[in-house]
């Protein structure tokens, strides 16, 4: 009678072992200093737009030429609309709660490609609080940081766009009113 119960313990312990997963990583595009650009603009964002493609909570890369490849172990802590919309937040904030300016971000582009870097083409209007549509100054700005192999030196890359996306948008918000140089 003790065999079969051997048997029966050994062949669970080997179902379960077998239907064991890799647990998931979460990552923030909102990195853990504060922002740098908090320089007294407060800048409402009225929208995000994300290309559905990589609009989900696991991370999507780039793989060769025409590939993408969806990690399963590897996510976002959000949507990628809403993580971007949390990290450009805390860029654009002060923390006076005095909104000078509201912005529309339509992002075109968000690659990722592990080993070679971290790409954002945005389309972003800003405008004045109070303004005229012909006010609305509309720019775009690609930002583009080499990145290590791994998914963490990736995430910290699109970390590093977000915040030269907000400073452009804070620039262009507070001083010049004309579209800084992407880059």
């Known amino acids: 009678m003790a065999l079969p119960l051997k048997i029966t313990v050994l062949a669970a312990f080997v179902l379960l072992t077998a239907c064991r ?4 990583s979460f990552h923030t595009l909102t990195p853990a200093q504060p922002g740098a650009s908090r320089n007294g603009a ?10 559905p493609q990589v609009d989900r909570a696991q991370i999507v890369i780039r793989q060769g030429n025409s590939g993408v490849a969806i990690l399963e172990t590897d996510w976002w ?6 993580e971007l919309r949390g990290a450009l937040i805390d860029q654009l904030s ?3 709660g005095q909104q000078r300016a509201s912005v529309r971000i339509d992002v075109q582009r968000f690659d990722s490609i ?4 971290a790409l954002i083409d945005v389309k972003w209007r800003v405008r004045p609080l109070g303004a005229e549509d012909a006010a609305l100054l509309t720019c775009r700005s690609v930002l583009q940081t080499p990145s290590g ?17 907000a400073a452009q948008i ?9 579209c800084p140089s992407s880059g």
């Open 170 to 178: 804070t620039q262009a918000a507070t001083a010049a009113r004309n």
């Open 21 to 24: 997963s890799d647990p998931i």
């Open 42 to 51: 407060d800048i409402a964002i009225e929208s995000i737009s994300v290309p």
């Open 114 to 117: 592990p080993g070679q870097y």
């Open 149 to 165: 192999p791994s998914i963490e030196e990736l995430v910290t890359a699109q970390q590093n766009n977000v915040k030269r996306l």
């Open 94 to 96: 002060s923390g006076v």
């Open 77 to 82: 802590s959000a949507t990628l609309a809403d």
